[in-house]
C-alpha cells in the first residue's frame, strides 16, 4: 500500500517561505511522477507543480512559475516544494500526489493514483 505523507505546512507572512516535504512509502518511489496540488476554501483543487522520476524536468502552474520550485530526492523517497516569496493567495491545503508508472510529467490531478492527506499552507498579508 502507498503512502504519502506531507509535512512542512504552517503560518507564515507575506513574502516569506515555507518548504513542503512529501514522504512516500509501500513502492518504488523512484518509479513515480510526482505531483502538487493545492486546494483554498471553496475553490477547486488546482496543479502547482510536477516532476519527473529523475527530476530533471519540471512544470509549474503559472501562478507559481519563479517562486515555487518543486524537487526530489530518490534516495530519501522524499520530493519538495520550496515556496518562496508567498502570497495570501497562496493559502491552501496542499497535497501530494504520485503516478507510479508514467513517463511524463502530469498536470491533471485525475491522471494520479495515490495522495497523501494534505498540509495547510496559510499566508497573512
Known amino acids: 500500500q502507498v503512502q504519502l505523507v506531507e509535512s512542512g505546512g504552517g503560518l507564515v507572512q507575506a513574502g516569506g517561505s515555507l518548504r513542503l516535504s512529501c514522504a512516500a512509502s509501500?513502492?518504488?518511489?523512484?518509479?513515480?511522477?510526482m505531483g502538487w496540488f493545492r486546494q483554498a476554501a471553496g475553490k477547486e483543487r488546482e496543479f502547482v507543480a510536477t516532476?519527473?522520476?529523475?527530476?530533471?524536468?519540471?512544470s509549474y502552474a503559472d501562478s507559481v512559475k519563479g517562486r515555487f520550485t518543486i524537487s526530489r530526492d530518490n534516495a530519501k523517497n522524499t520530493v519538495y516544494l520550496q515556496m518562496n516569496s508567498l502570497k495570501p493567495e497562496d493559502t491552501a491545503v496542499y497535497s501530494c500526489a504520485a503516478n507510479f508508472g508514467a513517463s511524463w510529467l502530469l498536470k491533471d490531478g485525475r491522471q494520479y493514483n495515490y495522495w497523501g492527506q494534505g498540509t495547510q499552507v496559510t499566508v497573512s498579508s
Open positions: 509501500g513502492r518504488t518511489f523512484s518509479s513515480a511522477v
Open positions: 516532476i519527473s522520476v529523475t527530476g530533471r524536468s519540471t
